[in-house]
C-alpha cells in the first residue's frame, strides 16, 4: 500500500493545525473577556483629575484596613496610626472573587467591639475584600484585601 503526499493533502494538514490553534485562541479569549469585569470607574478621566487629592486625604487619615477570615466569618477591623480602633461614618465591605464580579456581595457586618463581622459566602479559595469607609469629616477610604477561606467540609 503506498502514500502519495500531494499538495491538497499538505494544505489540509496545515489547515487543520492552524484551524485548531485559532479555535483554541479564540475559545479563550471570548472566556476571558466575558469572565473579566473589566469597569473600574464609569470615567477614567475624571476620576484621574480626583486621583491625587483623594489619595493625598485619604494618607491623611493614616488609617489601615485588616481583613481576615476565622471560623468561617469574615473580620475587617480599621485602625489609626497608633493602632488605635476607628469607627468610621459609614462602612460598606464587598466580597467577591479576584477575577469576576459575578460573586460579588455587600456584607451586613455586625460590630464585636472594635471589629466587624459577617459570615464568609460558601466556598474556600481566593476572595477580594474591598472596604469602603468614610471618616467622620467626610473623608473617603478605600482599601483592597485577598483573604484565602478553606474549603468547608
Not at 476620576?47 to 469574615?74: I, N, P, Y
Request: glycine share 10%; net charge negative; aromatic share 6%.
Amino acid at each position: 500500500m503506498s502514500f502519495e503526499l500531494t499538495g491538497r493533502r499538505v494544505f489540509g494538514l496545515f489547515a487543520l493545525g492552524f484551524g485548531t490553534i485559532i479555535a483554541v485562541n479564540v475559545t479563550l479569549a471570548v472566556n476571558a473577556v466575558r469572565t473579566f469585569p473589566g469597569l473600574e470607574v464609569a470615567n477614567s478621566y475624571v476620576a484621574s483629575q480626583h486621583f491625587d487629592a483623594d489619595r493625598t486625604a485619604q494618607q491623611a487619615l493614616g488609617w489601615e484596613a485588616v481583613a481576615k477570615v476565622e471560623d468561617g466569618a469574615l473580620r475587617v477591623e480599621l485602625t489609626d496610626a497608633e493602632g488605635r480602633p476607628v469607627a468610621p461614618a459609614a462602612l460598606t465591605v464587598t466580597v467577591g472573587r479576584p477575577t469576576t464580579d459575578r460573586d460579588d456581595r455587600v456584607m451586613a457586618m455586625a460590630s464585636e467591639g472594635v471589629v466587624r463581622v459577617a459570615p464568609m459566602p460558601e466556598g474556600g479559595g481566593a476572595w477580594l475584600v474591598r472596604i469602603d469607609a468614610e471618616a467622620m469629616d467626610g473623608t473617603a477610604f478605600h482599601a483592597r484585601r485577598i483573604v484565602a477561606a478553606e474549603r468547608a467540609g
